[in-house]
């Protein structure tokens, strides 16, 4: 019975996903010095490793001095030796700036190079220009959401379980906060295919624990390095 218990637990705590060739590829806790190392940040002076509370984490601690060659996120960090193609992801994400419209976190994926990515930004307040999925495509970014809502609680030193899903073949996005049962954004575009991930803020600050990304595979491929100012 216990050994029973012990499987069904497992199971819970994977995703749920179509293709049962799927596996874990991608994991990171953060708690071993060198962590830092599997990430390539556009700056790496406003990047450090931190623990609280009893849980380790990769800190975005400071405004980065990188200028992206169109309007979008100056502030993250990709897994810099993995490319992934379909993907489910979940992270453990914190904000540590104060409460305004835009505070964000944003996840990067599909990431080709510095003029050409998605990212989803997760705000306080959605607009134009916050709170959902974004494409860069050598012009500043656009939003391409079909559905959002209208703003997300990042609270007070408080972590927020975030999962976004990817699916190449019809484009599809899907992103949860919190609820992985409901998203809280949906949009479905096919420009990018294969890229890299990352996490950080738009022009923010934050923090993130426990990533996993489950997929078919993920290519051990370099991301392409960030030019320096």
């Known amino acids: 019975m216990h050994r029973l218990a012990l499987v069904l637990t497992a199971i819970m705590a994977t995703p749920c996903l179509a293709d049962e060739s799927s596996r874990l590829v991608y994991s990171q806790t953060f708690a071993k010095e060198d962590a830092i190392k599997d990430f390539a940040p556009t700056d790496p002076k406003a990047w450090r490793l931190g623990s609280a509370d009893g849980k380790t984490f990769l800190e975005q601690h400071a405004a980065s001095k990188y200028t992206p060659p169109h309007r979008s996120p100056f502030n993250f960090a990709l897994i810099a030796g993995k490319r992934f193609s379909d993907f489910i992801?979940?992270?453990?994400?914190?904000?540590?700036?104060?409460?305004?419209?835009h505070r964000d976190m944003v996840i990067v994926f599909g990431y080709q190079g510095p003029a050409r990515f998605y990212y989803v930004h997760i705000a306080s307040q959605a607009d134009d220009h916050a709170n959902n999925v974004f494409i860069v495509n050598d012009a500043p970014r656009v939003k391409i959401g079909k559905e959002t809502n209208k703003g997300n609680d990042w609270g007070t030193?408080?972590?927020?379980?975030v999962r976004l899903e990817r699916k190449l073949a019809d484009g599809g996005i899907k992103v949860y906060f919190e609820d992985t049962t409901k998203p809280i954004m949906t949009a479905e575009d096919k420009t990018f295919g294969a890229g890299w991930i990352g996490f950080g803020t738009f022009d923010d600050t934050g923090r993130i624990a426990n990533v996993?990304?489950?997929?078919?595979?993920?290519?051990?491929?370099q991301a392409p390095a960030f030019a320096k100012e």
């Open 89 to 101: 992801l979940e992270a453990e994400l914190q904000s540590t700036t104060r409460e305004y419209g």
């Open 157 to 161: 030193n408080a972590w927020k379980k």
């Open 212 to 221: 996993r990304v489950w997929g078919k595979e993920a290519e051990d491929k």
